[in-house]
């Protein structure tokens, strides 16, 4: 059964660099039916999704993040990461992550992890 | 960017309700809709795919409708187990988006 676990920093100060990893258990990444995501949700707020990669390393992210936002996959580690760069305040979330299947988008979510940027 | 207003932001409910849950996107979306259950602590769970479709292992009591830019989670006869938080999400064009949430309540 393959299950998702984010792990990292759950404190990070403002203008420095979020790093989060999400390791695949249970399972290889390297599948060839998926993408991996990573998705957000301030305290209070809806969802919002970060960006995604595929295995070969494509990427797609949200225009409104796109500047600032890095996914990267170790498939060597079953893992991938996100770091999000110049973090403020409104950077302060609950961070999933999760597998997106190319047709049905996600079908498994990690349990989340709280990061907040504060000095 | 395509909008999902969802409605109510939170509802309550008795064991045994039928409750409806709407999804409304911005523009035509064809089916291109999920919904998702989540407690808290808990990763959330693939309930409906392809707005109609149960995933498998999901009560029969949850079903989705709906096509375009209206769509509708259904659970018949709730139980005290259903609560949680509910959401959409548009998996139609980038960036994918999501609804803002609907978080039931048992009575």
């Known amino acids: 059964q393959v299950q998702l676990q984010e792990s990292g920093p759950g404190l990070v100060k403002p203008s420095q660099t979020l790093s989060l990893t999400c390791t695949v258990s249970?399972?290889?990444?390297?599948?060839?039916?998926?993408?991996w995501s990573w998705i957000r949700q301030p305290a209070g707020k809806g969802l919002e999704w970060i960006g995604r990669?595929?295995?070969?390393?494509?990427?797609n992210y949200n225009p409104s993040l796109k500047s600032r936002v890095t996914i990267s996959v170790d498939t060597s580690k079953n893992q991938f990461s996100l770091k999000l760069s110049s973090v403020t305040a409104a950077d302060t979330a609950v961070y999933y992550c999760?597998?997106?299947?190319?047709?049905?988008?996600?079908?498994?979510w990690g349990r989340g992890t709280l990061v907040t940027v504060s000095s | 960017e395509t909008t999902l207003t969802q409605s109510p932001a939170f509802m309550s409910a008795t064991p045994g309700d039928k409750v409806n849950i709407s999804c409304k996107a911005s523009?035509?979306?064809?089916?291109?809709m999920n919904w998702y259950q989540q407690k808290p602590g808990e990763a959330a769970i693939f309930i409906i795919q392809?707005?109609?479709t149960l995933v498998p292992g999901i009560p029969p009591r949850f079903s989705g409708s709906g096509y375009g830019t209206d769509f509708t989670l259904t659970i018949n006869n709730i139980e005290s187990e259903d609560a949680a938080y509910y959401f959409c999400?548009?998996?139609?064009?980038?960036?994918?988006?999501f609804g803002q949430g609907t978080k039931l309540e048992i009575k």
């Open positions: 249970g399972g290889s990444i390297s599948s060839g039916s998926y993408y």
């Open positions: 523009q035509d979306i064809d089916d291109d």
């Open positions: 999400l548009q998996h139609d064009n980038f960036p994918l988006t």
């Open positions: 990669i595929y295995t070969s390393g494509s990427t």
């Open positions: 999760a597998r997106d299947h190319v047709y049905k988008a996600f079908d498994l």
């Open positions: 392809e707005a109609t």
